[in-house]
């Protein structure tokens, strides 16, 4: 039970910005939005979470709307290690045991 | 590198074999997670651990077994699997369960055959 929506895959080309979109239009309020991505033969890798203000961090900023139906994950210049999947996941902070993580966006920066 | 490191990489198996997948962290984690990633499928959580004690089970089938012998170390222990259980085996461990960044290793392929 993902509760989450996103295209299943996107194009950037290499140096520009790769905003990948996610729609959680049944969050709750108490639900923050996490994002993970999973390079091909690795594991899952956490990017960045955030409940309802845009946060960043060194690998990518989250931008979460007003009504917190959908958010952005901005990668600001995507280089090809950038390749990868990318998942958003809502979940209640600290509580639960596991990530629904469901098909996330396949990226494929372009040279 | 995450410091959660998975043996063996790869495995081939057949179905009346038993064979052993083992995880290692060395993060001071106490939670550990066992996941499945079939193909074309999302990730599946399996098992979960916390402090050495089982906290869930996802409706797994006995054909596969956790151990958790400390908090360093989990095992999946398996027998007599089905060629559908080929998969990409994942473990990950977080400082508590719940906490929002869970480090992933890199899994173990496994082929039942």
């Known amino acids: 039970d993902a509760k989450t929506t996103q295209p299943p895959s996107m194009d950037c080309a290499e140096g520009r910005a790769a905003n990948l979109p996610c729609n959680h239009s049944t969050i709750s309020g108490n639900e923050y939005v996490y994002w993970y991505r999973q390079i091909h033969s690795q594991g899952p890798q956490y990017i960045i979470h955030?409940?309802?203000n845009n946060e960043t961090n060194e690998m990518a900023s989250l931008i979460i709307t007003e009504d917190r139906k959908s958010s952005t994950l901005i990668l600001p210049h995507a280089t090809l290690r950038d390749t990868a999947v990318y998942y958003c996941i809502v979940r209640p902070f600290n509580t639960g045991n596991q990530f629904y993580f469901g098909t996330g966006t396949s990226l494929t920066v372009i040279p | 590198e995450t410091g959660v490191t998975q043996t063996p990489r790869h495995l081939v198996m057949g179905m009346t074999n038993k064979k052993s997948l083992k995880c290692e962290q060395h993060?001071?984690?106490?939670?550990m997670y066992w996941y499945k990633q079939s193909a074309k499928k999302p990730l599946e959580l399996m098992f979960v651990y916390s402090l050495e004690e089982r906290v869930e089970n996802n409706s797994v089938p006995s054909r596969f077994s956790p151990e958790c012998p400390n908090s360093s170390h989990l095992f999946l222990h398996l027998h007599t699997l089905q060629p559908e259980d080929s998969a990409l085996y994942l473990c990950a461990s977080s400082q508590q369960t719940g906490d929002p960044e869970a480090f992933f290793g890199q899994g173990t392929r496994l082929t039942v055959v």
């Open positions: 993060l001071g984690h106490n939670a």
């Open positions: 955030g409940l309802k």
